[in-house]
């Protein structure tokens, strides 16, 4: 997934848009596109909180393992979601449980996708200031995370610019 961090802003957009396309002509599988959509867009977000801690000192660097965790469980979720409503298993809208299910279902995934977020951001910061950053300190690119074709646009630059800093820097010492 590490070649997600090094495309450029439009392409990154492109790829996750392209499935996003597909969903609209294809009527056979709109789901599989839209799930498709989701899968790149979380693969971009994991590559960038993988990448940015590994470029954070050791004695600095906060550990992956709630991260790694959040995120796998965040992909089991959605995938399982829209298997569920590709074969049809979702309750029907008339049923008194579908409030209950949309309600449960939208609060584990804004917390699982709150989570994955701001890690990211927090790394990424993190990596642009040279220090550990607090969570409010990130908030510029959480935000950007959150906002997504707009967030491109200013997420994607940083960390090719992050990338480019930590690749000098190697050149440097060797």
């Known amino acids: 997934m590490e ?3 090094r495309l450029k802003a439009w392409q990154v957009l492109l790829l996750i848009l392209f499935p996003a ?5 294809d009527s056979l599988q709109p789901v ?13 977000i994991y590559a ?17 393992t709630s991260f790694k965790i959040h995120s796998y469980l965040l992909l089991i979720f959605l995938i399982t979601l829209f298997a569920a409503e590709f074969f049809g298993q979702l309750p029907d809208i008339e049923s008194p449980y579908a409030m209950y299910f949309g309600l449960g279902a939208m609060t584990i995934s ?20 040279g220090t550990i950053v607090n969570r409010s300190d990130s908030l510029k690119a959480f935000l950007c995370f959150w906002f997504f ?8 630059p940083a960390v090719n ?6 690749a000098a820097n190697n050149a440097q010492l060797e």
């Open 3 to 5: 070649f997600l961090i």
């Open 21 to 25: 396309f597909l969903s609209n002509y």
């Open 32 to 44: 599989i596109w839209t799930l498709m959509v989701y899968v790149i867009y979380w693969a971009w």
């Open 48 to 64: 960038i909180g993988i990448k940015m801690n590994s470029f954070i000192p050791a004695n600095l660097r906060p550990g992956l």
């Open 110 to 129: 804004l917390y699982l996708l709150f989570n994955v977020w701001m890690f990211s951001a927090r790394m990424l910061e993190s990596v642009i200031v």
């Open 149 to 156: 074709p707009i967030g491109i646009w200013f997420i994607q």
């Open 161 to 166: 610019r992050a990338v480019a800093k930590y």
